[in-house]
């Protein structure tokens, strides 16, 4: 089929348009990596910025926590208005914002002048995950899709490999402060955003801000609710109820509510709000484990962590590659026995040398890295074209969600403990509390699977 698209008045052929998808996703792969790392270089140097300014540890924590609540509700707002404005002029706004959050934070002196940087930040940072659902949509075939999510992976797992050692170098040669220069690197990505993006006119129409409003005020309480009490949790409840009134009585509504009856969407959105809060117990956990059963530091935990993101940066590429070629039903069932594999590995050897906890580590962070590219790619075709920035939006932002929501629940988990060993096969001393959660989050992963199955089956294993 002669497949044309009009791009500035200039007619162009589906190879040259895929050739410019291509430039596009080398760029959105240094701009995730640079994303990634921006979000997370902090946490490891929050009690330092605490001890500067006299601060508890739950205040400074806003840092971060603020961080993540505008980057996941501003990912939604920059997907949806992406459907209607070009997403060139959008990624110009998001990363001049953010450089100019970053030049905030360089000249810091109080604490709230740190805070209102990383707020600043985020409101430009937001539209990066945003773009990285939309650009392999738009600018690759379904045939070709799931190669350009594994590259989005490869951006991901890179800006966690390089997260930690920066971090690390800087503290170690200058003040905190300079980690606020990394982002502004972003600036030198506009003009290629701006070349190869095309100037398509999308979709007119209106934003209702009303219904983007009640959406962020539920996500923000429901992620507040899981460490400050049911006070929020009420609050996210009646936020929800009036977002579903709001979307299912106007002619505009911020996301249209059809959107949700489609089967294939709304199941897959609940598989990755699981499975993304699933995999993010090998961030979370992992750390805890390390220091608790085997006394180490955060430099020799970073240590350990690393092999595991480096081959999921490896084989991000392949992942997407037999996303196409097999089917992103074949990639998920490959991944989740990744998954299953790496927790019962945990779940029996929880307390082995470290060195055994790296490899066991690889089965998990590959895994994951797999199955996002399989739920991405296969949420991506089940869009109609004039919703695809909002709902592939929605899609990015439960892995945020689902990372906060999950982690709170695995840290009260780890406090309660447990005297209880429930793997008969985990002879090691005083880690029942880390071999139950992996074994229960293994039984979740094929309790998944098989629900996936019975919904989706086989059938159209190359279409789904």
Known sequence: MNFLIQNGGEMLS???YQQTGNKLLTILVFTLTLSVMNATIFNIVLPEIALDFHLSFTQVSWITTAYMLIYAIGTVVYGKLADIYKLKNLMTFGLVFLAFGSLIGLIAEVYWMVLSARILQALGAAVIPAAAGIIPVRYFTQENRGRAFGMVAVGLALGRILSPITTSLIVLIVDWRWMFLLPLLTLMLVPFFRKYLDDETNHKGNIDWIGAGLLGGT??????????GNLYLVGCIVLLVLFVVRIRSVSHPFIKA?????KHYSIRLIITFLISGIGFSFIFLTP???????????????????????MAALLGRLGGKLADSKGNTFLFYLSSFLLVIGFVLFSSFAGAPAIFVALFLIFGDVGITF????LSNSVSRTLPKNQTGVGMGIYQMLNFIAGSVFGAVYGK??????????????????????????????LLTVS?????????????????
């Open 14 to 16: 589906k190879k040259s």
């Open 219 to 228: 996500t923000a309480l429901l992620l507040l609710s899981v460490t400050n």
């Open 258 to 262: 059809q959107l949700f009856r489609n």
């Open 288 to 310: 805890l484990l390390l220091s608790e059963m085997n006394s180490m530091d955060s430099g020799l935990i970073g240590i350990v962590m690393a092999p595991a993101a480096i």
């Open 371 to 374: 199955i996002i590219i399989s």
């Open 413 to 442: 988990v780890v406090d309660t403990g447990s005297n209880i060993k429930w793997n008969p096969f985990n002879n090691n001393v005083g880690t029942p509390i880390y071999s139950n959660i992996y074994l229960v989050l293994g």
């Open 448 to 464: 998944i699977v098989l629900f996936y199955y019975f919904q989706f089956g086989r059938k159209n294993v190359s279409k789904v």
